[in-house]
């Protein structure tokens, strides 16, 4: 399975909108949606509200600063 690659670009102190690359589809295969997730520090993976499949960005608000955030697209 290819990956995508996520980039979040900072808005505020507390909130930022990641970008991807819509990951290639094998021939006869239709993207149906995202399941878009966030892990601060090392707690578990949550998942987020789901982007709309036309879209490339989401937006993530309310994070706290000094901590690590990671994203996933699955």
């Known amino acids: 399975m290819a990956q995508s ?3 979040p670009q900072v808005t505020t ?3 930022l909108v990641v ?4 990951p290639p ?3 006869g295969v239709i993207l149906t949606g995202y399941i878009f997730e966030r ?3 090392s707690d578990p993976w949550i ?3 789901p982007p709309s499949i036309f879209e490339n960005t989401a937006p993530d608000n309310g ?3 000094w901590h690590s955030y990671f ?3 699955r």
């Open 47 to 49: 998942e987020l509200a």
């Open 5 to 7: 690659v996520c980039v």
């Open 13 to 15: 102190k507390t909130s």
């Open 19 to 22: 970008d991807w690359d819509v």
């Open 63 to 65: 994070l706290q600063v």
């Open 71 to 73: 994203y996933r697209l």
């Open 25 to 27: 589809q094998p021939q």
């Open 39 to 41: 892990q601060m520090d």
